[in-house]
């Protein structure tokens, strides 16, 4: 099962059963959902659940933390969890460590080159090797994102990073992205087809260029051919007997001087 089927179950499962629990007596149970979702390895999705109407009243309950922390889980990162610590409920270990992973997939949706130095500090790490550790075992091997560690560089290149949810204010900044690349998307599509139009038609010039240099060959193929053709006529004309050339070869020879003839007594 591929990671987007895998979340869409889990999300499902969550969805459904925060929809059964409605009113003040379902606010502790609420609360126990939103530390088995947040807690879940395979779940990295939140906005959907957070949407659940149920969920909404525990603003106004003693549970009222618990509202937050899915909040935080879903748009937030380990850094802001430590800003707020005083007022929102201690994390279970998976839960640092899934507020730990989300806060990579936020600090690779923005960079694709993550210095070592700032991801240790984004992470509370407090040596390399931890580091790379969790970006191979926790990262890479649960399929959120994929990359190169560089040690050379001491940095991590994000090849690939799985989408975290979206803010209702960053929507407006994805239309915007998705509608400038929609035009350029258009006028790429636009070049390309008055390149195409323009091969297009060079090659119908070629073809009439190809056919007008045809025809003149055939021209002067037929034009050379008429004139070895009477060329041929009059050397066989020439070197008939009887003909132009017997006559002005008899004219050439010399003539025979005549003896007066003498007269006979």
Not at 96 to 119: F, G, H, R
Request: charged content about 30%; overall charge negative.
């Amino acid at each position: 099962m591929d990671i987007e089927q895998k979340q869409a179950e889990l999300i499902d499962h969550f969805v459904k059963k925060a929809r059964n629990l409605d009113g003040a007596a379902g606010a502790p149970f609420l609360a126990a959902l939103v530390t088995e979702a947040t807690s879940h390895p395979s779940l990295f999705a939140f906005s959907e659940i957070l949407s659940v109407p149920s969920l909404a009243e525990l603003e106004r309950t003693s549970y009222s933390s618990s509202l937050e922390v899915l909040r935080l889980f879903a748009y937030g990162t380990w850094s802001e969890y430590k800003s707020n610590a005083g007022r929102l409920p201690i994390l279970v270990p998976a839960q640092v460590l899934k507020l730990k992973q989300l806060s990579v997939l936020t600090l690779a949706e923005t960079n694709k080159i993550l210095p070592y130095d700032q991801l240790m500090r984004e992470l509370d790490v407090s040596n390399v090797r931890e580091l790379e550790d969790f970006l191979i075992n926790e990262c890479m091997y649960a399929g959120i994102v994929r990359g190169k560690l560089d040690q050379l560089r001491r940095c991590f290149e994000v090849q690939f990073a799985a989408g975290r949810d979206l803010k209702h204010e960053q929507l407006d900044n994805m239309i915007k992205t998705m509608s400038n690349w929609l035009s350029t998307s258009d006028s790429l599509l636009n070049s390309i087809q008055d390149k195409i139009k323009w091969a297009d038609m060079m090659s119908e010039e070629h073809k009439k260029h190809r056919k007008d240099i045809e025809e003149k060959v055939d021209e002067m193929k037929k034009s050379l051919k008429a004139d070895l053709d009477l060329r041929g006529n009059a050397e066989i004309l020439y070197s008939e007997p009887g003909g132009v050339m017997d006559y002005e070869e008899d004219r050439a020879r010399p003539k025979r001087r005549r003896h007066p003839m003498r007269e006979q007594h």
